[in-house]
């Protein structure tokens, strides 16, 4: 096991020399590495798709859950975007250098904020081998160094990417050592990575909350902690029906595998009677369970053809990652806020309503990094944002909230010119 923990420390110990070149590299040769690892993703189609094959075969056969073979799985429409999603990323301004806050004091002295690299960035993932080239990419064009630790289950997909990025990066003058992969899936190895805090600036990991408490609760240095999305979408008495019923199909069925998918519908009393079997004959078009309370059961259960249940307190507050959704009716606006503070996860939620002054309420008192008017809540993305990519999506408030995207991944210093003041 010394060994293992010496080659870490070893490749942590690369990426941080590697990182005080990256942060002064051109924006031209960064996007050069993108654009290399774009069209080099594309050359190297048949040598990733099979390395993925074979770890969705294992993982397959080792019973892993339809969720996660969604995330895991890669074919050539995925890669494709993602190739699209890496020039998207070299498109965007580079964050790097940016000047804000100037301004001249009273003394004389010009102070003002220069945007620069946060150093290494470390991402624990799983399931998702896409991560690998989202985070990598925007390391790169953010100016960090990034070590990548993917699950087991990913291992031969990462392996394949990973090469794919350094090959590429490097041979445009990125600094040898800037992208790190650690390929031993023991997982004494994460905790020993949790503790290299004079190495690694800030560790971002991505996957299950076991995952994400065990390293909030393990790290040495600072973690971006979110990803669990328990997401309601409240129809509001006012709401438009059309809207409400295309929002919340949207939102549960176009992907319910991820962290931005509807798990819960509130209706208001009002609207109730009339939205709710609309709802239901949509979200059985998609296959949708829904687990009921005792109102939306007795309107829902007049149509024999839905997949219905009675809901259990475990259904609120709950991250289905399938097509399962929870139905609750509430008698006003304030008993649907008081429900979402109560369950939500701080993700993202959404009020559907033509009605202004509920629409700012919601906006005003959600207590989440997303909240949405009249939209789905599957926007919550980097990509969908504008950002090209995200390494993940912070709930918490410190230092970043949302999607993180190229100027999450940096930080400021003070620059002062003077012109030889001292302090009296």
């Not at 498109?91 to 003394?107: C, Y």
């Not at 709802?279 to 939306?296: F, I, P, T, W, Y």
């Not at 919550?380 to 410190?398: N, R």
Request: glycine share 8%; charged share 25%.
């Amino acid at each position: 096991m010394k060994d293992l923990y010496a080659e870490l420390e070893g490749k942590a110990r690369a990426a941080r020399a590697a990182s005080r070149r990256l942060a002064f590299i051109s924006t031209e040769i960064k996007n050069k590495a993108l654009s290399n690892i774009s069209k080099d993703l594309i050359t190297h189609k048949e040598e990733i798709l099979a390395a993925n094959s074979l770890d969705y075969r294992q993982a397959e056969a080792a019973g892993m859950n339809a969720a996660l073979l969604d995330r895991l799985m890669l074919n050539e429409t995925r890669l494709d975007s993602m190739a699209r999603d890496v020039m998207t990323v070299a498109a965007l301004q580079d964050p790097v250098g940016e000047m804000s806050d100037n301004r001249t004091l009273p003394n004389g002295l010009v102070i003002g904020k220069k945007r620069v690299p946060l150093g290494v960035i470390g991402s624990i993932y799983e399931s998702r081998p896409n991560v690998t080239i989202d985070i990598s990419v925007l390391c790169l064009k953010s100016g960090n160094a990034v070590i990548l630790r993917g699950g087991k289950e990913t291992l031969h997909s990462n392996k394949a990417l990973v090469k794919v990025v350094q090959e590429a990066a490097y041979r445009a003058g990125i600094p040898d050592g800037a992208i790190q992969f650690i390929d031993n899936t023991d997982h004494a190895l994460v905790e020993h990575m949790l503790k290299l805090n004079q190495y690694i600036d800030l560790i971002i990991p991505r996957g299950g909350a076991g995952l994400i408490k065990f390293v909030a609760e393990t790290a040495n240095m600072p973690v971006v902690t979110g990803g669990i999305g328990v997401c309601h979408t409240y129809i509001d008495k006012s709401a438009d029906i059309k809207n409400a019923l295309a929002i919340v199909y949207n939102a549960k069925v176009q992907r319910p595998t991820v962290c931005n998918a509807l798990d819960s519908v509130i209706v208001h009393q009002d609207i109730a009677a009339q939205y709710l079997p609309l709802m239901g004959d949509e979200l059985n078009k998609g296959g949708v369970e829904m687990h009921c309370d005792e109102r939306s059961l007795a309107i829902l259960r007049k149509n024999q053809n839905l997949t219905l249940k009675a809901a259990v307190p475990e259904d609120w507050g709950k991250e289905f990652l399938a097509l399962i959704a929870a139905i609750k009716v509430v008698d006003s606006l304030d008993e649907a806020l008081a429900h979402i503070e109560k369950y939500g996860s701080g993700h993202s939620e959404a009020i559907v309503t033509e009605d202004y002054t509920s629409g700012m309420r919601f906006l005003n008192e959600v207590d989440a990094a997303c909240v949405y008017l009249n939209a789905s809540t599957r926007f919550t993305d980097g990509g969908q944002f504008g950002l090209g990519a995200e390494v993940g999506i912070s709930t918490q408030k410190f230092h970043a909230r949302g999607p993180l995207g190229l100027r999450e991944l940096t930080t400021y210093k003070w620059i002062i010119f003077g012109r030889g003041q001292i302090r009296p």
